[in-house]
């Protein structure tokens, strides 16, 4: 099993550009998270899907954050347009809902965002 | 919604000793509380769980302590090694397919 598998692992930008941020979860996981984690506010859900459904997504800080999940195996977040503010690690996860009496979320190695 | 304290945020502990990392929460509804250890530049990764329907459980050197009338969990590490040495988050949620709250995490310093 290859685990979450997000891209990049590192991404530079300038304020203003359009970021997208990229997530394969665990073969077969029905359920995909997306968290933020900086060090004045910690590990922050914004959004997570149900069988490629979003279902809240009201952890999203703006306007300029989308995501999407075409399939059950990929997903992207995008930011447009970037801010120095949005500089963070993003974390992708995933879950089965199918397995009995287990609510484990696998975490992704993560996305280190820098917006200059 | 929910909201997760977590305390301390720094434990200094000598190899061979006990730590434990406190939680509390908000919601009554929650009803899954994992603990999660993140090492540099890595993603957080599970080390035990608990569900509301159970006080205690435990995995070797690692336990895990929950009371639901005062809504909060511990996280009881025996026997401390150099590889503990982490940062560690407590989460609280409704199970399912919701997503988690977390803690702000603890950094876990193991002395040699």
């Known amino acids: 099993d290859a685990g979450v598998i997000q891209s990049p692992r590192h991404e530079v930008t300038e304020m203003g550009q359009e970021v997208t941020l990229r997530c394969k979860p665990i073969?077969?996981?029905?359920?995909l998270f997306w968290y933020r984690q900086t060090m004045m506010r910690g590990l922050e859900l914004l959004i997570y899907?149900?069988?490629?459904?979003?279902?809240?997504d009201s952890g999203m800080p703006e306007d300029r954050f989308s995501a999407k999940m075409p399939n059950a195996s990929f997903s992207t977040l995008k930011i447009q347009p970037s801010e120095p503010r949005d500089s963070a690690v993003y974390f992708c996860?995933?879950?089965?809902?199918?397995?009995?009496?287990?609510?484990?979320?696998?975490f992704g190695p993560g996305t280190r965002l820098t917006v200059l | 919604g929910e909201n997760v304290e977590q305390h301390p945020s720094t434990l200094s502990v000598q190899e061979g000793d006990s730590a434990v990392i406190k939680c509390t929460y908000s919601?009554?509804?929650?009803?899954?509380f994992p603990w999660y250890k993140q090492e540099l530049g890595k993603g957080p990764q599970l080390i035990i769980d608990?569900?509301?329907?159970?006080g205690e459980k435990k995995d070797q050197r690692i336990a895990v302590t929950l009371n639901k009338t005062a809504k909060h969990f511990s996280l009881h590490i025996t026997e401390t090694q150099p590889e503990d040495s982490a940062v560690y988050f407590c989460?609280?949620?409704?199970?399912?397919?919701?997503?988690?709250?977390f803690g702000k995490g603890t950094h876990l310093i193991i002395q040699p």
């Open positions: 608990i569900r509301s329907n159970v």
């Open positions: 919601d009554s509804a929650s009803n899954y």
């Open positions: 996860a995933s879950r089965s809902v199918a397995l009995t009496y287990t609510d484990t979320q696998y």
């Open positions: 073969s077969g996981h029905n359920s």
């Open positions: 899907f149900n069988n490629n459904v979003p279902i809240d």
């Open positions: 989460a609280a949620g409704e199970g399912g397919a919701d997503g988690l709250t």
